[in-house]
């Protein structure tokens, strides 16, 4: 018996394969929608100017649930808001829905190709000068020529996949831009139906919003008259017997000589 | 001429549900005067939260109905006007 000897083949082969692979591609986009109706209504007409300037003081100086905003005063209410403008003397309530939208498109490419390449892979045998065990020089070169195919098997369907990878990369952003464009098309549309049946949401909320926006502006209109009243007696030297408020009513009662 | 004042508004409707301008003490003034004075003070102090105050005068404890025809005499006590509203939207 001698040491192994070791035989080192090299299998190389002309690859020249066909392929065909499909890139798809889903785009969901979401978007936001709102309804709204609005009853606009004059104070101008009725309400006294000191009144109507107590108020405006108020505000000013800041009054809890009342925000400034571009149009005067507003003050949120449930389903919706209530604005408030000194300068017309009018108030806008507007009842709002909202509503969150989804759409989804999706694009499919077949791509094709030909993948055309030389690829090379070795493989080591074993043998026995003495074919010890039946391992002889041709056993020994057999084996490593079939694993060396093999491994070109592995090789070729790695150069396949990789062939495949880069034909989708680089397909895939336009594939997506038309999933894209789709999908916005289909939110678009569902956007406008959306829209529609908030705004008539919002029109049969109004009575609703309405009762609370106006509630919430009462409680301003009647400090408005509490502090104009007061300015008023203090002005003419009243005695102020009462100054009450507490639950629903504020109460005034003050004595003087005209 | 002493008076004395008295006035509620309900926070939640806005509506002025008392305001009552009375005279106190004796009535230094003949009677058309009184009342003309009256009515003239009643309304000052009306104004202060509505532009045109309607001024009622109590009779015999009773104020009368501010929806019916307005009489010739000028009558002491204020009441709010509905207000004006118009859908937009």
Known sequence: MCNPRRIRVTATRQVNQA??????RAVQLQGLVSGQARALQQLGPTVGVPALQAMQQLLS????????SAAGYRHDVEGGHVVYDPAAQTIEIVAECEASVTATGAHTEALSGLLRTEASQTADGQFYDDGWRGLTREVGEKKAQEDAERKLDKEQQRLLREATEDAEQQAAGNVEAIARQEAEERLAQAEAERREQLAADARASLRQVGMRARQAFHQLLARGYQDAILEYAQAHGAIITCNDDQGDTIDIEFRMSA | MELNVRFRVNKTTGQVELFDVDHEGPQALDEA???RRHAQLAAEIGRQIERDPRVLEMREGVF???EAEPEETVDTGTQARPEQEKQVG
């Open chain 1, 61 to 68: 100086e800041g009054v809890p649930g009342w925000e400034r």
């Open chain 1, 19 to 24: 392929w065909e692979h499909e890139v798809t």
């Open chain 2, 64 to 66: 009368p109905d501010p």
């Open chain 2, 33 to 35: 005067e009184h009342n």
